[in-house]
Each structure stands twice: as C-alpha cells, then as structure tokens.
C-alpha cells in the first residue's frame, strides 16, 4: 500500500489505483461491526433493504409484515458506539400500509423525495417521503414479486413489475399507468432489473427456468433468451428452449459496469452472463444454496479489482469473486435465514437482512500491519493478488 502511496505522490500512478486496491482490502476484510447496530423496528422477517445512492446515507427497509422503515445511517451521536435510528415508519397502523409482505423497496435513483415499495398485496406504490403518503399506486391482478426503476434512464420513468402473471408489467411514472407490458414468460416474473449501462435494457427472471434480455423501445422487445448451454444442446430447436437454470430463477444482478448479469436459480446455481451477447461465462461458483420460493436479493461491490457479489446462503452471506467464482469467505451472525443484503460503496459496508428481524452491519476491520517478509506476504488472501500486483495495469 505505501507503494502506491509513493507512486501516487510522484504523479506517476493513477489515483484509481490507489482507491481500489482500499476498496479492496476493505471488502476482504468484512466483519460484524460490534459498535454500530441498527434499530429494530420490524416485528417480524425483513425481505429487502435499498440505501439512497446520493448520499448513501438513508436506508429502506420492507418487512414480512407489511411495514416499511426509513434509517438514518450517519452516526450522529458523536459516540463510537451509536445506533442507527429509524426517521420514521409506515407501520401497522398507517392508513395506506400495505397488507400483506413488502417484496421490494427502492429509493428514486436521483434524489430521496421519493421511494417506491411493492407487496404480496398485489400493489406498487410511490411514496412521498417528506409526508409519507403515496403520490401514486399501481394494482395488478397477482402478487408482485420485484420492480425496479432505471438507475441511469434519463429518456423514461418507467418501472418494470414482475408479478404472478408471466406478463412483465411496466408503469410510466409520468402518465400514472401501465404503458404496456412484455410477452414471453411462461410462469410468474420473480426478479427484475434494468441495465446500469443502457436505459432501455432489462432483465428478467422467471419460474419457467428462463431469463430474458428486453429493450423495451422494440415492438418485438425480446432480445435474447439466455441459454446455460450456449446452443450446444439446442442447434436443431428454437430459442423457446433456452433455459437459463434447471429450476425457478429467483435472483437477478447486473455488474456495477453494466456488462456482465449474474443470476441464481433453485438448482443451487449462479451464473455470470455476458449481457451484451448472452453467453454463459462459465464461470464454476460451486454450490450455492437458494431454496427460497420468492425472489432472492444479492448485490455486488463497486470500485474494487477484483469485484465480488455477496450471496444470502441460508443463514450466511457468502462472498464470491465474480470473475474466477473463489468464495472468498462467508459472514456468519444471523440466526436464521438471510434474504437481502445490499453494498454501500462509499464505505464498502454491507447491510443484510433476513427471517431473525435484525439488520446486521459488516464493516471492514481496522487495518492490520503491513507484512515486513515475502513469507508473511504470502499468507495474504488470494484474492488480493489482481488488485495488489504491480504488473498490472491502470484499472488494477
């Protein structure tokens, strides 16, 4: 590290060097943070979490419940020991709480005046966040599983829905409704998610095995179906036979830059896609358990060389890293099992939450000494050697 620091000093090294070898040092060091804790609200499992990506400040959370609360995550007590307050809370006795379990919560990509939040109760809604009443409610005819809103899209508001119907719904926050909808599933829609690269690319994941790329300006929106195979096995038949996974396909993330998808299926499978072709990368994660019959939420770091995803693994979350499949290690303090977790980059901090109610912060460790030997070097992670290797090049 004072290599780079030296280098960086002399102008003769990138500064993005520098800032992702401590991104990723920081991630591979992850624990249980024991000083800051987080307010317990809910009452019963919590089944997303969504942190703010302006600030990174301001946490969502949705429960089995019904109930969704808002964190302040910024230690404001001046203490080293705080915990992280709710600001306020749609609870049971809201007039317009949603009935049955929040499926997802998200923040408005561009500013926290608004969220949105969906539920078994077969609505999406769109809160104001200042007065916590909704500006706006979409109903469907089955459960909503996911939604999602365009973290980049600067030409269309729209948010895709994935519900029980094997429709994918996408409403138009600026018309109030449903602009129109994306055929090709065969069963319900369990996880959705749009391009951080392309405005108009989605993805989509289904009980049927499939997931599907979109670019929702063409009439005929289906751009590819992905097939584990890469056509091996299905040269004499159509595209309908691609199957993504040999199960449900629950869980859907796009890389930080857009151009790889991971997915992850009841066959205890994740799978690292090229989005712009479709090809299975064929990366070997090994087993990862998912027995969740909902969608499962996992997330990805940013700004590390290399980058990882962090997976819900019963009552674990396993870090892999994405591009070689390594697990790296696993977090264990949950005590019972985890559904969401969510990354927040500006501190490589890491936020999960399951079935126990708790909402647990990881946090990298305090920095060790650096090794004085090449023998003490070489007990370092693994994982280190892409991000620490002076051969390398400027994105580390």
Known sequence: MLGYIFARQAGLDDPLRLRRAESTRRVLSLELNKDKDVERIHGSGISTLDIEPVEGRYMLSGGSDGVIVLYDLENCSGKPCYTCKAVCSVGRSHPDVHKFSVETVQWYPHDTGMFTSSSFDKTLKVWDTNTLQPADEFNFEGTVYSHHMSPVATKHCLIAVGTKS????????????????LQGHKQEVLAVSWSPRYEYILATASADSKVKLWDVRRASACLITLDQHNGEKSKASSEAANTAHNGRVNGLCFTSDGLHLLTVGTDDRMRLWNSSSGENTLVNYGKVCNDSRKGLKFAVSHGCSPEFVFVPYSNTIAIYTIYSGDLITTL?????????????PHFQELYSSGRDSNILVWVPSVREPEPDDASEKQCLNPAYEDAWSSSSDGEG
Not at 166 to 172: A, E, G, R, S
């Open 332 to 344: 264990r303090g949950h005590y019972n099992s985890v559904d969401c977790c969510v990354f927040q």
């Open 166 to 181: 094997p429709k994918v719904q996408l409403c138009d926050l600026k018309s109030g409704s449903c602009s129109h909808i």
